[in-house]
């Protein structure tokens, strides 16, 4: 079945810790990938996408994902995270030829002073 | 300009009341959304358009009315909602892609909808 998981509902990291939130996607052909940011209230921002190129794509913010289509992931990474990445973030796909764009649950980022 | 705009950001409304949400992009896209989402869950896709037509209705219920006057503007016409649909009520647009994909949505902020 055609699906996005993020494994992780919650994490917790240090201010200036180190961060990864996973992403795995389960579709025939390598659809088009997000990660989107939502701070309580309001809307969705878009961080980075992928849809061919450098595995490795940069995003706003100091994020950067990366795409492994051997493991069909699209992990999100921040070097040294700040109070205010504190929020809810979403992984989202756009298949082939498909008018939707579907997210995984989430994962709650919790900082730690 | 990459800004979706909805109004109002707020509402309150009755069971027996209609009201109307609006969302408006100026970005050319000819692809419109309307999310509907809960605290502490993801966006649920409700209605898609694609070129002004309506290429998805995720099974929503018939007080749930979306309309695409033009390219640029989307509402959703509410009618004898339920306490149940109190929720997050977001637009999005996207335009097409290369090869048969979606590019990337751009949000509204949302209208935060109460039904009292």
């Known amino acids: 079945a055609q699906s996005v998981t993020q494994p992780d509902i919650h994490i917790t990291v240090s201010e200036g810790a180190s961060l990864e939130l996973r992403c795995n996607y389960s579709y025939g052909a390598t659809p088009y990938l997000f990660w989107y940011v939502q701070s309580p209230g309001q809307g969705l921002q878009l961080l980075l996408k992928?849809?061919?190129?450098?595995?490795l794509v940069q995003g706003i913010k100091g994020f950067e994902a990366e795409f492994k289509r051997s493991q069909s992931s699209f992990n999100l990474r921040k070097p040294s995270v700040h109070w205010s990445d504190a929020a809810e973030y979403f992984c989202a796909v756009a298949p082939y030829r498909d008018d939707k764009i579907i997210f995984g649950k989430g994962t709650r980022l919790h900082i730690l002073p | 300009d990459t800004e979706v705009t909805q109004t109002p950001k707020h509402l309150v409304m009755g069971m027996t009341n209609k009201k109307s949400l609006k969302c408006e992009q100026h970005m050319g896209h000819r692809a419109m959304y309307w999310y509907k989402q809960k605290a502490k869950k993801p966006p649920e896709l409700m209605f898609v358009?694609?070129?002004?037509?309506?290429?998805i209705n995720e099974s929503v219920p018939s007080r749930f009315s979306p309309e695409c006057p033009n390219s640029s503007l989307l509402n959703l016409h509410l009618h004898a909602l339920q306490p149940e649909d109190s929720a997050l009520y977001l637009c999005?647009?996207?335009?097409?892609?290369?090869?048969?994909?979606?590019?990337?949505?751009?949000f509204g902020q949302g209208t935060r909808l109460t039904v009292v």
């Open positions: 358009y694609s070129y002004e037509k309506l290429s």
């Open positions: 992928y849809f061919s190129g450098d595995t």
């Open positions: 999005a647009s996207s335009q097409d892609g290369q090869g048969g994909f979606r590019t990337e949505a751009f």
